[in-house]
């Protein structure tokens, strides 16, 4: 692979990684309820949703989904149902300001068995992911060299790139939790951060293949 190929691939997932989604906020959440060392175990769920998936997409799982409707609608409902399901959480807990590290509105409870697992099923719960990269990364594949090699480093490539989103989201969470000291701050925090969740629920369950 041509490095100016790397280098365009690589400013491209920058710019669309940079974009807050449901792993974004969900990184951003745990940081703000737990801090930033509880919020790793949420970015490791979620970077291994997100390698799981691009791998099965480049395996051939999007062209399966995009010929299979029905099966892409079942996945589209359940992703949904899990993302408003976690907004609902979120709203539950706006009245439990105890039950943490602070006083800050979160997820309940800090175990990195539950972090990770929340956090890989917030990443996989979206079928459209597999879609985009099947329509994405081969763009930047040389058809003319070995495919595999290419894949492993655009799929690292792809996972760094999170990566650093995903600590910067959780800095500014930490950050963002010093100006939510009294109790009507929080709870409208955690309104918000709910209704965001649902939001993205809605758009994935109005997604088409």
């Given amino acids: 692979m041509a490095f100016h190929t790397w280098f365009l691939f690589a400013a491209t997932a920058f710019v669309l990684s940079a974009m807050p989604g449901p792993n974004m906020m969900h990184v951003m959440l745990v940081s703000v309820r737990h801090g930033v060392a509880c919020s790793v175990a949420v970015m490791a769920g979620c970077m291994l949703a997100i390698v799981l998936v691009v791998a099965a997409s480049l395996g051939g799982m999007a062209g399966v989904l995009a010929a299979s409707p ?15 399901f976690l907004g609902v959480r979120v709203w539950m807990a706006r009245n439990a300001g105890h039950a943490g590290t602070d006083n800050t509105p979160g997820l309940p409870g800090a175990s990195t068995r539950d972090l990770f697992r929340d956090g890989f099923l917030t990443g996989i719960s979206n079928p459209k992911l597999l879609l985009f990269a099947a329509a994405f990364i081969p763009q930047f594949v040389n058809p003319m060299a070995a495919r595999m090699p290419q894949y ?10 999170e990566a650093f989103w995903y600590a910067l989201y959780a800095t500014g969470g930490r950050v963002l939790s010093t100006w939510l000291r009294t109790p009507r701050v929080q709870k409208i925090f955690a309104l918000v951060s709910g209704a965001v969740f649902m939001g993205f629920g809605g758009m994935l369950l109005m997604a088409r293949v």
Avoid at 70 to 84: D, H, P, S, T
Avoid at 152 to 161: D, E, K, Q, S
């Fill in 70 to 84: 029905g099966l892409f609608a079942m996945l589209r409902v359940v992703g949904a149902a899990y993302l408003v």
């Fill in 152 to 161: 492993g480093l655009l799929i690292g490539t792809f996972a760094g790139v």
